[in-house]
């Protein structure tokens, strides 16, 4: 198993943001990680990096990679493993890029750190990479600064830095959700060639399930913190078990809003909106249980 | 650099020019009322103040003083100082090298030092040196800079006995000068003790100078990179594996020093006034010592002078750190 | 109530009280000369309990005299900072909501005033108007008003997009009426921390003009004239130096508290090191 999670919970300062989430992606696996916003989704994937922002802090759990221990794991080689190993493609390209530098900079710092190559031969690299990802000229849009070329551009960017090192685990986290629909096909499109292309395994996090079931193999649903089901795309999509799932697959109305997560959690986060509440939901957290190849649920229903 | 950034700026700075001589000319012809009456000595005759009238150009209409004063102005001509009998302007030029030599020791002081601080404050947040160094700043910004020439010179200068307290340069040292500024000319000299000398005179003066400036620049730096270090772009920088020290001193710095540019821009004025009082309490031969001897006087044209003087070079470290700011912020050196 | 605050609050009461009860408090009237009994020490240097805080060259009581000053002191901080503050945040107000050409000549007004620096103009004006109290206030004043004008207009600038002045707007009020009604109740958080912040920089200016002898007139007592006497005897007695320094620094770090802590009380986003 490339990466495995165990138990990962993350605070805000006084709140619970993640509570104990568990999963695991093999070598050349997609897992999608859906949720609505605020729902942890994002926070799971910057943990992945132990980039949590401030004020936030991993708590407790676990996470194995590669047979490593990421949060035992000493600065110095934790920063080995990120860009190199481990990379991240930003949900919005502006604010992702540092408006005072050269893209050409930005672009080649992680083969100047985990290649050791000059800045010259790194640029040289990066431009090729560009180029095969559609971009006219490449040289040209090394040299100027990010305000300074399109959103699509941007994200072209960042992708290829994030794939720069040849990555074993790549971290999307909404890629696409601040472009326009055209542009947005196409990013998604050049992101699943060079997926495929490289094998690398994705955690793909995203709120859209037509992406999910295009792009994914697996799919594990968060809900205000709480990984709440996991099962491949097309159980998921085809039968979803868990209220909160099928509301989100069939596109239900539901009625509230996500709870913030109390801590420890003693009841079920969903109850509140279930339309199949029952009197445990309001005293006993349900835990995430086998119920078929691959899928598990965190329902009292089952 | 656009030309037309550029043409811009170099209008803003000759329209302020213009402004300041309006300015000057109400505050030192127009507010005094009869400013002959003012330079005349006591006990003056009628014909005696008729004489100064004349000789200054301080009849006719007031549009008309107006126009003779700016095109004097314009060729440096400010009259001849009564108080030292020789031209004001070659005087006011002399000494200039010496304001400008403290101010800009004091300058550099004041970036390098709020910039280093700053940056240590948010590299080292929630220790002991964070509350130290944030208690520091408020003092050295309470705290006038001439109230810390006083301190200095108790405690480093009489107490204690470091560091001199007066003039330039000791007495034993004789340098001509070339450039009149005194680094540079015991340099140009190859004359280590004198360079010394030097230094250790500028030591005080340039730090009680600098404090306050110094207390800016820390807490502008720090509020921004405080700012920046939660940007996304800097999330990325640490995703691209960069180590911390070089993300904060560099990546995160470039863009905390854009603004704190514009506000060093708009306090340059007050570090160059503060050189009034400096140079009075460390008997230092600039132009700001000039001052205060030119007030008591009553040397109007040698007044005339300093002000100008002072102002254009107020006018002229604005023009350059508009240059810096377009330099460091990329959108608006293409805009 | 924050520790800055707390110090501020503290101080200025202090301060208040010193020069409110000045008459009272002093033991001898501050410009009585004593040549029998000059450059006393004070009392822990072995002084009489006579003069507590030793007495000047001219053997006046350090004490009575620096509770006079307090006075000075206390006139020029409200006096010159109401002043600046009523001719600034008009200006302010104005340019910022217009905007435009109005702004534009208004801020670079604002420019040309303070690349004069702040301390040449006031000696400036010191010179040509004469020595007074009020002359003092009067040219603080003349000096400081850009300072409000300027943060002003930044906080108007920012404050006319939000809704409810685009909401008057809509209703029909006019702008002199959004200005008073509408942006000058949201600027109080600031005018409040920018006049405890100007009372510092009077204080400091007063002390200044004082030092130089182009403050108040000679018979009253002040911080600035008594430190420019002390250093006349500094080394034979360093306290008449030392003392009313120590007067004037605690009082503009304790108006500076008093600015800082109210803004990290009413808001501390507000940046204010710009007006400095």
Request: glycine share 10%; hydrophobic share 55%; charged share 15%.
């Amino acid at each position: 198993m490339l990466l495995q999670v165990k138990d990962l919970t993350v605070r805000y300062g006084g709140h619970l943001a993640v509570w104990e989430a568990g999963f695991t992606l093999g070598e050349g696996e997609v897992l999608g990680l859906v949720g609505e916003s605020g729902a942890g989704k994002s926070t799971v994937g910057r943990a992945l990096l132990r980039l949590v922002p401030e004020p936030g802090r991993i708590v407790s759990g676990a996470i194995a990679f590669k047979g490593r221990d990421l949060l035992g794991l000493p600065e110095a080689e934790l920063r080995a493993l990120r860009g190199a190993e481990i990379a991240l493609i930003p949900q919005d390209p502006l604010a992702a890029l540092n408006p005072a530098f050269r893209i050409g900079l930005q672009a080649t710092d992680a083969l100047a750190i985990h290649r050791g190559l000059s800045r010259r031969e790194a640029a040289g690299v990066m431009a090729r990479l560009l180029a095969r990802m559609g971009i006219p000229d490449p040289e040209d849009t090394l040299r100027r600064y990010p305000h300074e070329i399109s959103g699509g551009m941007r994200q072209r960017v960042l992708i290829a830095i994030a794939f720069s090192c040849g990555p074993s685990l790549l971290v999307a986290d909404e890629p696409t959700t601040s472009l326009d629909v055209t542009t947005q096909a196409q990013i998604l499109r050049l992101l699943d060639g060079l997926r495929s292309e490289t094998g690398v395994a994705t955690c793909f996090i995203t709120h859209d399930l037509g992406i999910v079931a295009h792009l994914t193999h697996r799919v594990a649903i968060l809900y205000a913190g709480c990984l709440v089901e996991q099962a491949p795309t097309e159980t998921i999509l085809a039968a979803p078990l868990h209220p909160y799932t099928r509301a989100l697959v069939r596109s239900l109305p539901l009625e509230g809003i996500m709870p913030a997560l109390r801590e420890p959690p003693r009841a079920c986060p969903f109850s509140d909106r279930c339309p199949e509440r029952m009197a445990i939901c309001d005293t006993a957290h349900p835990p995430l249980k086998s119920v078929g190849a691959g899928h598990q649920v965190a329902c009292h229903l089952y | 650099m656009s030309v037309r950034y550029l043409l811009g700026r170099v209008g803003l700075a000759l329209l302020s020019l213009w402004g300041v001589t309006v300015l000057a000319f109400v505050v030192l012809r127009v507010i005094p009322g009869d400013p002959a009456l003012l330079m005349a000595p006591v006990g003056a005759s009628q014909a005696d103040i008729a004489e100064i009238r004349a000789q200054f150009g301080l009849s006719g209409p007031i549009w008309l003083q107006y126009v003779a004063w700016v095109w004097g102005t314009v060729r440096g001509r400010f009259g001849k100082s009564l108080w030292l009998q020789q031209d004001a302007i070659r005087v006011i030029l002399e000494r200039l090298p010496a304001t400008l030599e403290v101010a800009l020791a004091a300058l550099v002081l004041a970036v390098a030092g709020g910039i280093l601080l700053g940056v240590l404050s948010v590299l080292w947040r929630r220790t002991w040196f964070e509350s130290a160094t944030l208690g520091a700043g408020t003092l050295g910004l309470s705290i006038p800079n001439f109230i810390w020439g006083l301190l200095f010179i108790v405690f480093f200068g009489a107490l204690l006995r470091w560091l001199p307290i007066s003039g330039r340069i000791a007495p034993d040292f004789d340098i001509a000068p070339l450039t009149g500024f005194l680094l540079v000319d015991t340099l140009l000299r190859r004359d280590p003790g004198a360079f010394g000398s030097v230094f250790a005179h500028l030591i005080l003066p340039a730090a009680a100078l600098a404090l306050p400036l110094l207390a800016v620049v820390f807490r502008a730096v720090r509020s921004d990179l405080l700012t920046a270090v939660q940007e996304e772009y800097i999330v990325m920088e640490r995703m691209k594996g960069l180590g911390e020290l070089r993300i904060i001193f560099w990546r995160a710095l470039k863009n905390a020093l854009i603004p704190t540019t514009t506000l060093v821009g708009v306090q340059f004025g007050f570090l160059i006034g503060g050189t009034v009082l400096i140079e009075a309490i460390f008997s230092w031969p600039g132009i700001g010592q000039l001052t205060l001897a030119a007030f008591q006087y009553r040397d109007f044209p040698l007044i005339q002078g300093i002000v100008v003087v002072y102002a254009v070079t107020v006018i002229l470290a604005n023009f350059l750190v508009d240059l810096a700011y377009a330099f460091l912020n990329p959108r608006v050196r293409y805009a | 109530m924050n520790p800055k605050l707390l110090g501020g609050v503290v101080i200025g009461l202090l301060l208040c009280l010193a020069a409110v009860l000045a008459p009272w408090l002093t033991p001898h009237d501050p410009n009585r000369q004593d040549l029998s009994a000059i450059r006393q020490p004070p009392v822990w240097m072995g002084g009489a309990w006579d003069h507590p805080l030793g007495t000047d060259s001219l053997g006046r009581d350090l004490l009575s005299r620096l509770l006079w000053s307090a006075r000075v002191a206390v006139m020029v901080a409200l006096g010159a900072t109401v002043c600046a503050a009523v001719i600034g945040t008009p200006v302010g107000l104005v340019s910022g909501y217009f905007r435009g050409r109005l702004d534009t000549v208004l801020m670079r007004v604002v420019d040309v005033w303070m690349s004069i620096p702040a301390v040449l103009l006031a000696i400036a004006l010191m010179a040509v108007l004469g020595v007074g109290l009020l002359k003092v206030i009067l040219a603080i004043v003349l000096v400081d008003w850009t300072r409000f004008a300027r943060v002003i207009r930044g906080e108007v600038l920012a404050l006319r997009e939000r809704e409810f002045v685009e909401a008057s707007r809509a209703i029909g009020l006019g702008p002199f009426r959004i200005m008073a009604e509408e942006l000058l109740p949201n600027l109080v958080p600031l005018l409040i921390v920018l006049a405890s912040l100007e009372m510092a920089i009077a204080v400091g200016v007063e002390a200044l003009l004082s030092f130089v002898g182009l403050g108040v007139e000679a018979a009253v007592p002040s911080w600035g004239s008594m430190i420019a006497e002390g250093r006349g005897y500094l080394l034979v007695g360093w306290w008449g130096m030392t003392l009313p320094m120590l007067a004037l620094v605690v009082t503009v770090v304790g108006f500076n508290l008093l600015g800082e802590g109210l803004r990290e009380r009413l808001d501390p986003r507000l940046r204010t090191d710009a007006a400095r």
